[in-house]
């Protein structure tokens, strides 16, 4: 069921990974803990019966209900201590926080209030920035990976790159078509940082590991600028958000089903705007009380 990925380092595959490090006097530390109680449960067992040890500390790679949904539960039982990256440490304090941020800022549907849009509150003990962390006694390089999430980190250690959400397995591309993004413009930047990080094995969050990241980085980046050129031509005519996300949908022959597919689409085509706005490449303007977006000439 694990697997060992580093002398220290091994991973607990599932719909996240959970990553399973040994520090000092068999100390463990986990990298994300997975959607829920189940899969927290599932990696527990497995970091206590194949690595040995106990659990002592979470390291959390950000704000998402499926990467620390499962931290409650480990906290119930070992009384870890969870580290979380600057501002997205908020939304393991108050989770609502993110099905609201999806639902423009308002208080989100029921349907938005469970799954992977909602998680049980996690505490946080430290909150991490970018740079050297020492943990249990292993020496960690947390990278900053922002874009997905506001507040995004990778773990580096031992060489093991674990690299969250920067980018998604083809499944989960194919599935979605156009991934959930915060910062189209930090998300660009992560990218780079993740093809420059001195790793021999990445962990993404979702997907098999990997020796080499640039196959995955080159097709997400494929996805963005396939999306982006799309976004370009159908604000030849000035176009309001709603009627851009659904000429895109459509060119990609997705059908969002429900309201957490409909409402993480939003948000990522606003990414995609913002940074074409700050790239000089559209413009925005408030007419007739709508907001309308015409793309530069020649951009
Ligand atoms: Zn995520």
């Known amino acids: ?59 959390t790679t950000h704000g998402h209900a499926d990467h620390f949904g499962g931290n409650h539960a480990i906290v119930r039982r070992t009384d870890a201590r969870v580290y979380a990256p600057e501002f997205d440490e908020i939304f393991l304090r108050h989770p609502l926080l993110q099905p609201a941020l999806l639902f423009g800022g308002a208080d989100p549907v029921d349907s938005m209030r469970g799954g992977f849009m909602l998680a049980k509150p996690s505490p946080v003990d430290e909150v991490v920035k970018p740079g050297p962390l020492v943990v249990e006694g292993l020496e960690i390089e947390v990278v900053p ?106 060119h990609f022959e997705h059908q969002a089903t429900d309201a957490p597919s409909f409402y993480l689409l939003q948000p990522t085509i606003a990414a995609f705007l913002a940074h074409l706005h700050r790239m000089e490449r559209v413009t925005l303007t408030i007419a007739g009380n709508q907001a309308l977006w015409t793309a530069v000439a020649g951009s």
């Open 1 to 59: 069921m694990i697997v060992a990925v580093g002398e220290r380092v091994a991973v607990v595959p599932g719909g996240v990974n959970v990553g399973v490090l040994r520090g000092d006097h068999d100390r463990l530390v986990l990298v994300d803990t997975g959607i829920n109680e189940t899969a927290a449960k599932k990696a527990l067992k497995a970091a206590r019966e194949e690595v040995g040890g106990e659990v002592v500390a979470i390291l």
């Open 145 to 250: 990976l922002a874009g997905h999430s506001p507040g995004q980190v990778g773990y580096l250690v031992d060489g093991v790159f674990f690299c969250a959400d920067v980018v998604l397995p083809e499944a989960v591309l194919e599935k979605y078509k156009i991934p959930y993004l915060f910062s189209l413009t930090n998300h660009l930047w992560a990218l780079d940082v993740a093809g420059s990080v001195p790793y021999t094995t990445a962990v993404p969050g979702h997907g098999p590991v990997v020796d080499d990241l640039s196959g995955l980085i080159d097709r997400n980046q494929a996805t963005i600028n396939a999306v982006q050129s799309l976004i370009l031509q159908v604000t030849a005519q000035p176009s309001g958000a709603g009627t851009i996300m659904t000429a895109v949908l459509a």
